[in-house]
């Protein structure tokens, strides 16, 4: 079974600064899709950046990209220059073939003024 | 103003009521789902549905129906047989391709 592992449940940044929250997944497929979402104090889902597992290239948006390792199945996210509206609950999640998305447990980000 | 509403925001009832959340959407999206979020807890899908007329379970489906006679609207009935259904609420819409789901601002459901 597919699964999404988010090992960090809390962390803290100060602001301007850079941080990185981790997401492991498991799947026996080759092709599928990673996401990253932003869950503000609003709880409306945001999305943040997807990545396409056959791609090699990491992507990008702005201030936000991730690092895929695909045959270590984890997929980072790395924020710059973080600000004060990046706090937020963040979510790691896999879309399988089926087109059903999994959802990690969650980070819950805290910026440091 | 395109995009996906759920209404209400909030929403109280009884326990033993049936209720309906509502879920519009103007993306001319074919997919459309419906997810539970406890505190704590990622998304569990409970609903989804590839087109209209149409709709399988998710991994939380029991006391909970749904319908899709339109391709804009998705409602979700919670019944009373879901026996812990105070939650947050919210639905998604994915295009063609699947490849990424978008979804409503959410509705809190307090069952009292």
């Known amino acids: 079974a597919q699964t999404v592992t988010q090992s960090q449940p809390e962390m803290s940044v100060q602001e301007a600064e850079t941080v990185t929250l981790s997401c492991t997944y498991d799947t026996s497929e080759s092709d599928y899709y990673l996401f990253w979402y932003k869950q503000p104090p609003s709880r409306q889902m945001i999305l943040v950046i997807r990545?396409?597992?056959?791609?090699?290239q990491n992507a990008t948006e702005n201030r936000f990209s991730v690092n895929f390792q695909k045959a270590a199945k984890s997929f980072s996210l790395k924020i710059s220059d973080s600000q004060l509206g990046d706090a937020a609950m963040y979510f790691c999640?896999?879309?399988?073939?089926?087109?059903?998305?999994?959802f990690g447990k969650g980070t819950r980000l805290h910026i440091l003024p | 103003d395109g995009g996906i509403t759920q209404s209400p925001k909030y929403l109280f009832r009884k326990e033993g009521q049936n209720v309906t959340l509502s879920c519009e959407q103007n993306l001319n999206h074919d997919a459309m789902y419906w997810y539970r979020q406890d505190p704590g807890q990622g998304l569990r899908l409970i609903y989804y549905s590839q087109i209209v007329n149409d709709f399988q379970k998710g991994d939380i489906a029991e006391g909970y129906s749904v319908s899709r006679e339109k391709k804009e609207s998705f409602p979700l009935t919670v019944t009373s047989a879901q026996k812990n259904p105070t939650a947050f609420y919210l639905c998604?819409?994915?295009?063609?391709?699947?490849?990424?789901?978008?979804f409503g601002p959410g509705t809190r459901l307090t069952v009292l």
């Open positions: 990545q396409e597992a056959y791609k090699q």
């Open positions: 998604a819409a994915a295009g063609e391709l699947r490849e990424t789901q978008y």
């Open positions: 999640a896999y879309r399988a073939p089926n087109d059903k998305i999994i």
